[in-house]
């Protein structure tokens, strides 16, 4: 795939840069690493950073080590479909621990695998602010919340049929 | 019924909209304000409101406001805080998503008030969808001109702008905020400058919390003297509390600084009474970096008077045998939870979250969460419990930000209140690994358990 963003994204990036006073365009950066992690794949492979860094005249390692901090940030590839499921103390007190034994389990991998046809990848991540609808895991934009098995086995389905 | 300012559209059909939310009153309170405030009297009006801030710290906002720099010529920022990333709490992702309009209202009145022309709402970025209905509300207030430029025909201009956060708890730390929003990592600054000198852009910043701006909206349609009346002593106002844990209703609740703990978690209004008919064991009442309380002081303060809801009353026996309201994130463990997995789960969130700076803090939550999974699993040693404690005290206090007190306070409270089911943990490696130490005295009544009176 060669790193490159169609005319709408490129638009979109002026659009980002706008928001900020002349010469701040460096506050563009987290807005636009996820404008590319979300066009190219799922993750930031160098070439991503690096096209991102000429984008906005910035350097190279100013965008790693920003990309790099931040969690959201897949700095590997990922399958097509992210679980992050939340294990803090309130969704743990909750009932997440069996919830992600029974990914782990319906799914055949552990946390931070991929299943071997690319759909799916097993994150544990913290806190995401749906405390109160626990059991709980983000799915691309959305939070998939008040989790049970039977919900699980509903979103791995309906995965599997998108992905068809 | 209690009395509320900031929920009480929030039951009405599509209040989310610009049109709806305007029939309903929506507006109003920038209406009164561009037809003949200052932003002086702005100001004033929220330092007689009492208003506290809603991001944990509940530093009064007028006096915040008032501490802002006004240099010739040079641009002032305000920025609103809505990382919300503390466990426990989620509030500001409610007032976002079902009444956006509510907060824009309130950014613009804020604004005003410190003459600032360009505002950046900091959303963490895990919250992926609601930006999309924040700008769809800016571009609704955009089109009925109380943003853009010579708003209402007052000459006056305010442009504001969400920014997505990319996961980072410390990012909702004022200074790490305004330094992700520069596009950097979230490596929180040394005070001072404070960034009412220099913040956002090395320009005056001011920086709060979604909960503390959506308040200005109700506090300049009643008047701050009107709000200060609900409450107790310097606890002002209404406050939102997002529940969570074992109870029969989680959610989002506001209520009058006038309630006691007990009837927030007992009436029908509120929490309904811990789930599945189980006792309640211990609370964490102001999200996880407050200190965690058992059941009996959680109920009464020390002295055996009722605890109140409210910052002074939750705070009452300072971290002895009280506790702090925080961001208002409510945490209520039941008889079957483990204390020690909970404060493991909170060591490894603190240490996932630091950014790594302070040698304490980055070194430090490591160390605690390795020696608390040893405890959970069996394989703790008496000494263990020591040398968490230790640990905690070297960390406080020492490190540029408060994460580092965030992370030690848990640990500190934990050992405090539960010692023993540490021990217990030690003593029996084996049966802690099937079964939980249960409820144990922690809901007896007072008097004061023998390792609180002994820390005393
Ligand atoms: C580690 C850390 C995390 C914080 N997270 C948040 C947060 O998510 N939201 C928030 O409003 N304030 C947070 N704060 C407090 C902010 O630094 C700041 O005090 C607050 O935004 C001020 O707004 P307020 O006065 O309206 O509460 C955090 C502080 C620390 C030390
Ligand atoms: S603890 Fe899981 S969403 Fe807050």
């Known amino acids: 795939m060669a790193v490159q963003f169609s005319e709408e994204k490129l638009n979109k990036v002026k659009e980002i840069i706008a928001r900020y006073p002349e010469g701040k365009h460096k506050s563009a950066l987290i807005p636009v690493l996820h404008l590319a992690q979300e066009s190219f794949g799922g993750w930031l492979s160098a070439e991503t950073m690096d096209y991102v860094a000429s984008l906005l005249q910035i350097t190279p390692i100013e965008v790693y080590e920003v990309a790099t901090f931040y969690s959201m940030f897949n700095m590997q590839p990922v399958g097509k479909y992210l679980f992050e499921v939340c294990q803090t103390g309130p969704c743990m007190i909750s009932g997440s621990d069996q919830i992600i034994d029974y990914i782990k389990k319906k799914l055949g991998i552990g946390v931070g695998e991929t299943t071997a046809d690319g759909l799916f990848t097993l994150k544990t991540v913290e806190c995401l602010g749906a405390c109160g609808y626990a059991p709980m895991m983000q799915l691309g934009k959305h939070f998939r919340e008040h989790l049970t098995p039977e919900k699980v086995d509903a979103i791995i389905e309906e995965c599997r049929a998108k992905a068809n | ?456």
Not at chain 2, 29 to 34: H, P, R, S, T
Not at chain 2, 150 to 165: F, W
Not at chain 2, 318 to 336: A, H
Request: proline share 5%.
């Open chain 2, 1 to 456: 019924m209690a009395r509320k300012l900031l929920l009480d559209k929030a039951h009405i059909e599509n209040i989310r909209y610009y049109d709806v939310y305007r029939a309903n009153g929506g507006y109003a309170a920038a209406e009164k304000v561009f037809k003949g405030m200052s932003p002086e009297q702005v100001v004033e009006e929220v330092k007689k409101s009492g208003l506290r801030g809603r991001g944990g710290a509940g530093f009064p906002t007028g006096l915040k406001w008032s501490f802002l720099a006004k240099p010739e010529g040079v641009p002032r920022y305000l920025v609103c805080n809505a990382d919300e990333s503390e466990p426990g709490t989620f509030k500001d992702r409610y007032l976002m998503e079902f009444l956006p309009h509510l907060l824009i209202e309130g950014l613009l009145i804020s604004s005003f008030a410190l003459g600032a022309h360009r505002t950046y709402i900091y959303i963490r970025g895990e919250y992926a969808w609601i930006p999309d209905i924040l700008e769809e509300a800016i571009e609704e207030a955009k089109r009925n001109n109380w943003l853009g430029k010579n708003i209402q025909g007052t000459g006056y201009d305010l442009e504001i702008y969400v920014q997505r956060g990319a996961g980072a708890y410390i990012c909702g730390e004022e200074t790490a905020l305004i330094e992700s929003l520069e596009g950097k990592r979230g490596n929180p600054r040394i005070k001072p400058p404070f960034p009412a000198v220099k913040g956002l852009w090395e320009s005056p910043t001011v920086v709060n919390n979604v909960e503390t701006l959506a308040a200005v909206v109700p506090i300049i349609n009643i008047g701050g003297e009107e709000y200060a009346k609900i409450g107790i002593g310097k606890s002002t106002g209404t406050k939102l509390i997002s529940a969570c844990g074992n109870i029969n209703k989680p959610g989002v609740y506001e209520i009058g600084m006038d309630i006691s703990v007990e009837e927030f978690i007992y009436s029908d209004e509120y929490c309904g009474g811990i789930a599945n008919g189980k006792r309640l064991k211990a609370c964490i009442p102001g999200g996880s970096s407050v200190p965690i309380l058992p059941a009996n002081l959680l109920l009464k303060t020390a002295k055996g008077e009722p605890r109140m809801m409210t910052y002074e009353g939750l705070n009452d026996g300072g971290f002895v045998t009280g506790s702090m309201l925080g961001s208002g994130g409510f945490i209520v463990l039941d008889e079957d939870q483990c204390v020690v997995r909970n404060t493991l789960t909170l060591a490894r969130f603190y240490h996932h979250e630091s950014c790594g700076q302070c040698s304490p803090c980055r070194e430090g939550t490591g160390w605690m969460k390795r020696v608390l999974n040893n405890i959970e699993n069996g394989k703790g040693k008496m000494s263990d419990i020591d040398l968490l404690w230790d640990i905690q005290r070297k960390i406080e206090g020492n490190t540029i930000c408060p994460l580092g007190d965030a992370a030690a306070w848990p640990i500190a409270a934990a050992i405090r209140h539960f010692r023993d089911e540490f021990e217990w943990h030690v003593l029996n490696p084996e049966e802690c690994l099937k079964r939980n130490y249960g409820l144990a005295h922690y809901a007896d009544p007072l008097p004061v358990p023998a390792a609180v009176a002994a820390a005393v």
